[in-house]
């Protein structure tokens, strides 16, 4: 079965400096799919960024970025220029998409991100 | 357009009731989720709807649970004689297809008493 773990439980940066959150998953599985999402205090979990397993190109979208290594199977976030409205809980997702069984994510533990003035 | 909407967003309980939780999935999308998530905690997988195919069920934690969806529309989760174990925020999610990207709702809290 697959697991998904996130090492750091808190995390704190200051506004506008960079900050790295950690994920590592174990499968044997070679075509995945993996994901970051954050959820704020008001619960809505919102899509950070979005890896195929198979693109060697790592994901960015703005100010987030991932250092995808399938070998190591490590998924980590960079969060540039960092903003209070980073502030929230970011969960790393694993998904294998089977037909039968659909995308269910497989989620870690979560890192709870405090970014201060 | 409209996202993902769940009703009630909290819904407070006593113990051995049965509760109903709806999630109204994006239009269009085939596939619906639903997860659990713990205090504290990440999110569990419950259950897996794909157009009219039979549901993936594996993940239910136990026969008091049970959901339903018409098509490609509204679900709903029953928990009948609710526990205080079942106090969780429940999350429900829909994407175009079982391979895309899955879009969540704002959950609903249920606290049972």
């Known amino acids: 079965a697959q697991t998904v773990t996130q090492s750091q439980p808190e995390m704190s940066v200051q506004e506008a400096e960079t900050v790295t959150l950690s994920c590592t998953y174990d499968?044997?599985?070679?075509?995945?799919?993996l994901f970051w999402y954050k959820q704020p205090p008001s619960r809505q979990m919102i899509l950070v960024i979005r890896q195929e397993a198979y693109k060697q190109q790592n994901a960015t979208e703005n100010r987030f970025s991932v250092n995808f290594q399938k070998a190591a199977k490590s998924f980590s976030l960079k969060i540039s220029d960092s903003q209070l409205g980073d502030t929230a809980m970011y969960f790393c997702?694993?998904?294998?998409?089977?037909?039968?069984?659909?995308?269910?994510?497989?989620f870690g533990q979560g890192t709870e991100l405090s970014v201060k003035p | 357009g409209a996202g993902v909407s769940q009703s009630p967003s909290n819904k407070v309980t006593e113990k051995g009731k049965d509760v109903e939780l709806r999630c109204d999935p994006i239009s269009g999308h085939t596939a619906l989720y639903w997860y659990r998530q713990r205090l504290g905690q990440g999110l569990e997988f419950l259950i897996y709807?794909?157009?009219?195919?039979?549901?993936?069920k594996s993940g239910l934690p136990s026969d008091r649970f049970s959901a339903e969806r018409t098509g490609e529309s509204v679900s709903t989760l029953t928990i009948q004689r609710t526990q205080q174990e079942d106090s969780a925020v429940y999350l429900c999610?829909?994407?175009?297809?079982?391979?895309?990207?899955?879009?969540f709702g704002p959950g609903t809290r249920l606290t049972v008493l």
């Open positions: 997702a694993f998904m294998k998409p089977l037909y039968n069984q659909g995308g269910k994510l497989i």
């Open positions: 999610a829909s994407s175009l297809g079982y391979t895309d990207t899955q879009y």
């Open positions: 709807f794909q157009g009219n195919s039979a549901p993936d």
């Open positions: 499968t044997s599985e070679s075509n995945y799919y």
